[in-house]
């Protein structure tokens, strides 16, 4: 399995929407981090696609190295 890029090293604070279908970047190459522009196209990576299940301020991750997809989980601070 490919390597995820390093988007970013701190998280982005978003305001999900309950409801609302979001398409979070799992390759790291997205130019609209933390959400998937389609950059992925021609690698083997696919967005993670989720509903949000309530409306929330989240902070997604944008290093791409958390246990916990889509949302971050401190993982940057060890990079």
């Known amino acids: 399995m490919a390597t995820p890029k390093i988007a970013g090293k701190t998280p982005i604070a978003?305001?999900?929407?309950e409801g609302q279908k979001y398409s979070w970047?799992?390759?790291?190459?997205?130019?609209n981090q933390?959400?998937?522009d389609?950059?992925?196209?021609?690698?083997?990576?696919?967005?993670m696609r989720f509903t949000?299940?309530?409306t929330k301020k989240v902070h997604l991750?944008?290093?791409k190295?958390?246990?916990n997809p889509g949302f971050c989980d401190g993982s940057h601070k060890s990079l």
């Open 14 to 17: 978003v305001e999900l929407t």
């Open 25 to 31: 970047c799992t390759c790291g190459l997205s130019e």
């Open 34 to 36: 933390p959400y998937c």
């Open 38 to 47: 389609g950059a992925h196209k021609g690698t083997e990576f696919t967005p």
């Open 52 to 54: 949000a299940t309530e």
């Open 61 to 63: 991750c944008t290093c």
């Open 65 to 67: 190295q958390t246990a």
